[in-house]
């Protein structure tokens, strides 16, 4: 009996520090590392995506000058169309809509930026009837602010036409938006 006291007399041991609660510093690097190669995966990834939906905004926004276009040249027929922006837009708050303040378009796009595009009304085509001259033709263009970072295509649209683009971010617009 002496050899059983013996071995339950012994004092068990103390559990080890490894199996002490918390993280070791491999298990924390671990994570670490698996968290750096997800982001940079996914940050190239919000990129691509960020630029897609500002060349979509873009395309959409000269829509919207096109369809102000449009109605400024029914409200005043003897100006034709618009040629700047400002003229397209205007704060109800300033009075009755005026061929130099339509009141057709606002927020972003009456500063001709929006999303990371610059937005503008240019090549005007003019023609003076009764001395006064009367716009029959205008482009609109949308170029990146920062080509390659908030988009890679400019957008164009002449006239009443589609929306054409130059795959090289300026206003040499002469592919079809697919």
């Not at 995506?49 to 060349?55: C, F, G, M, N």
Request: proline share 6%.
């Amino acid at each position: 009996m002496t050899c059983t006291y013996w071995i339950f007399a012994t004092p068990r041991r103390e559990r080890s520090r490894a199996t002490s609660s918390g993280f070791t510093l491999m298990e924390l690097l671990i994570v670490i590392s698996i968290i750096v190669i997800l982001m940079l995966i996914a940050i190239p990834t919000a990129n691509t995506i960020r630029k897609h939906t500002d060349e979509v905004s873009a395309q959409k926004s000269l829509q919207t000058i096109e369809q102000a276009q449009s109605m400024y040249a029914t409200n005043y027929p003897v100006n034709g169309f618009a040629c700047t922006l400002q003229a397209l837009a205007g704060e109800s708050t300033a009075g009755p809509p005026s061929p130099t303040s339509a009141q057709l378009i606002s927020g972003q796009l009456t500063t001709g930026i929006k999303d990371g595009y610059i937005f503008s009304i240019t090549n005007c085509t003019k023609v003076t009837v009764n001395n006064t001259d009367r716009v029959t033709g205008y482009v609109l263009t949308a170029v990146p602010a920062t080509p390659g970072k908030t988009g890679d295509r400019g957008f164009c649209v002449e006239s009443g036409g589609p929306i054409k683009m130059d795959p090289a971010g300026g206003s040499n617009c002469t592919q079809m938006v697919q």
